[in-house]
Nanobody
Framework: QVQLVESGGGLVQAGGSLRLSCAAS????????MGWYRQAPGNQRELVAS???????NYGYSVKGRFTISRDNAKNTMYLQMSSLRPEDTAVYYC???????????????WGQGTHITVSS
């Protein structure tokens, strides 16, 4: 079983910064792509940023240039540094990981429980 635990959410004023962390624990062979998604009330869940094990990144259009994703493979932890936050960034942010449980190349999809971020204007 794999657990993903997010931390670092909260309330911040517009223009401010926050850093999210996602720590993976449990029994697994390797973690491939990790990513952050968010879901605002009434909206679909959307990609914020993703990062492959090899270091390739992908960002959602609205966060490019403001958010930075990173990971520490040795610690099985991923981060999201968020700057210049806007009220429209308000959402529940979810950690996602594609995990190999064994030496085969089958990936399993895991999600964290989500952390709330509220950006006040």
């Amino acid at each position: 079983q794999v657990q993903l635990v997010e931390s670092g959410g909260g309330l911040v004023q517009a223009g401010g910064s926050l850093r999210l962390s996602c720590a993976a624990s449990g029994s697994f062979f390797a973690i491939n792509t990790m990513g952050w998604y968010r879901q605002a009330p009434g909206n679909q869940r959307e990609l914020v940023a993703s990062l492959t094990r090899g270091g390739s990144t992908n960002y959602g259009y609205s966060v490019k240039g403001r958010f930075t994703i990173s990971r520490d493979n040795a610690k099985n932890t991923m981060y999201l540094q968020m700057s210049s936050l806007r009220p429209e960034d308000t959402a529940v942010y979810y950690c996602n990981a594609l995990v190999r449980l064994g030496p085969d190349h089958v990936e399993y999809d895991y999600w964290g429980q989500g952390t709330h971020i509220t950006v006040s204007s």
